[in-house]
């Protein structure tokens, strides 16, 4: 297949990204100015007493140090697709042509005034990533789901069939869309916007029944001999249940918060059509551990339910949603 939705996240960090160490750094300064004295003749050996003045002066530079190469970090970064964020990911996005988009416009003339609600960074970065497929018509997979994507504001995900499928017949290109609003499942109003821009010949509301609309004959996205066939998808609701095995320790509370948020980014970034709720994925991402890496969670006891039936992965269909209604993390203190 020539389309490969790449997942960004993935990326290790660049080779031009230093890592920083304040207490190494602080110790190569000293050793220099150790170095530097020694050659001078001025005996200085009081390198160790970080109440020596010389000694303070290297680790207050150390700190400007770290703070020039966290600068220097960040804008390495920023020249990147995968780690630019806000005003310079909006300029790599702009390279391509690609916007940010207004999901809820600005009234200024309000009681107080009301901002606008922007597109999120995924979201466009996203839309950058898959820009260079729209280069051609809809026909590749990839461009329909940028052009399915950039129609309206709230369209979370699009889900692109061919006859090969054997969801749709020879000729028809199935386009399942998710909605980032409510239980993701799309209003009427983002399928009507998608339809119009890929000049779609059916579209299959939630409840309003299905509708053919009258295509064009004068294409600017949809290739010629495409029947697009616009439908909502449908939800896969799932509940989880974990209880975190923790050694006997300082707070328990606040490895369960980070496990949570881990948790909670896991399950976001699985809010795509078809997507598998892995039961080893979810394992991995609440085994917290320390900085150092070593394990703070020695066990966790995970069940997720499909309709109250447990299950050890969930499997949405081609046109499922997996919505997570229900997350309980607790713990236990190990003995």
């Given amino acids: ?21 304040y207490d190494a750094r602080a110790a190569e300064r000293i050793a220099e100015l150790k170095a530097r004295l020694n050659d001078k003749g001025i005996a200085w050996n009081v390198e160790d007493l970080k ?23 960040d804008a390495a970064l920023a020249t990147t697709l995968a780690f630019a964020r806000k005003k310079d990911l909006e300029h790599k996005a702009a390279e391509m042509g690609v916007v940010r988009q207004v999901i809820v416009p600005a009234d200024p003339t309000a009681n107080p005034p009301v901002e606008a609600v922007m597109e999120d960074d995924e979201s466009l970065r996203r ?15 990839g461009a329909y789901m940028f052009f399915a994507l950039s129609a309206h504001p709230h369209a979370l995900d699009a889900a692109i069939y061919d006859p090969h499928s054997g969801l749709c017949e020879d000729g028809e290109v199935l386009c399942v869309i998710a909605s980032s609003q409510g239980d993701g499942v799309p209003a009427d109003v983002i399928l009507d916007s998608i339809a119009d821009t890929l000049d779609a010949r ?29 439908e909502t998808c449908s939800t896969l609701d799932y509940t989880l249940s974990i209880v975190l095995k923790i050694a006997h320790g300082p707070a328990p509370e606040a490895v369960v918060a980070e ?77």
């Fill in 51 to 73: 109440t020596d003045t010389l000694v303070a002066t290297e680790r207050h530079a150390t700190k400007f140090d770290m703070l020039l190469r966290n600068r220097v970090n």
């Fill in 127 to 141: 839309r950058r990533q898959l820009v260079i497929e729209a280069f051609s018509t809809a026909g590749p997979e």
């Fill in 1 to 21: 297949m020539r389309f490969v939705d790449l997942d960004l996240s993935r990326l290790p960090m660049p080779d031009a990204v230093e890592a920083i160490d």
């Fill in 259 to 335: 496990a949570r948020k881990r948790l909670d980014a896991y399950i976001a970034s699985r809010r795509q059509i078809g997507r598998i709720i892995s039961d080893t994925a979810i394992a991995a991402a609440v085994h917290v551990a320390d900085a150092s890496g070593v394990a703070l969670v020695d066990d966790a006891d995970i069940v997720a339910t499909v309709a109250g039936d447990p299950v050890s992965d969930v499997v949405p269909g081609p046109k499922q949603l997996a919505r997570c209604t229900e997350v309980a993390v607790t713990y236990e203190i190990l003995t």
């Fill in 202 to 230: 059916t579209i299959r509301y939630a409840v309003t029944a299905e509708r053919t609309r009258a295509i064009t004959r004068r294409q600017k996205i949809r290739p010629l001999t495409d029947k697009v066939i616009v």
